[in-house]
Nanobody, 121 residues
Framework: QVQLVESGGGLVQAGGSLRLSCAASGRTFSRYRMGWFRQALGKEREFVAS????????YYTDSVKGRFTISRDDAKNTVYLQMNRLKPEDTAVYYCNAGAKLTTATPTDYWGQGTQVTVSS
């Protein structure tokens, strides 16, 4: 069992930066691929980024490549999403995920409660 709690969302102007954190509980955190998904108002939840259990393998959706960086600190049971050069279209609720397969969520995944990111133009 893994419980996830996100933090770090907020309001930022276009071009600015935010760092999201996801604190996980559970002794098996290090075994999971961790990821971030987002859901904009009126749209379906979409994949943003994921990182392998070793941290050596990452995936990003095309729209955030070169701007976002996912990382993990297994000693702190925490995964991060550094978001730079933010755009208004990045506005969404961002969800932390444990268990997704590369870029796709599965029915057995664990999810956090979400954190709102709003980028003003």
């Amino acid at each position: 069992q893994v419980q996830l709690v996100e933090s770090g969302g907020g309001l930022v102007q276009a071009g600015g930066s935010l760092r999201l954190s996801c604190a996980a509980s559970g002794r098996t955190f290090s075994r999971y691929r961790m990821g971030w998904f987002r859901q904009a108002l009126g749209k379906e939840r979409e994949f943003v980024a994921s990182i392998s259990w070793s941290g050596g393998n990452t995936y990003y959706t095309d729209s955030v490549k070169g701007r976002f960086t996912i990382s993990r600190d297994d000693a702190k049971n925490t995964v991060y999403l550094q978001m730079n050069r933010l755009k208004p279209e990045d506005t969404a609720v961002y969800y932390c995920n444990a268990g997704a397969k590369l870029t796709t969520a599965t029915p057995t995944d664990y999810w956090g409660q979400g954190t709102q990111v709003t980028v003003s133009s």
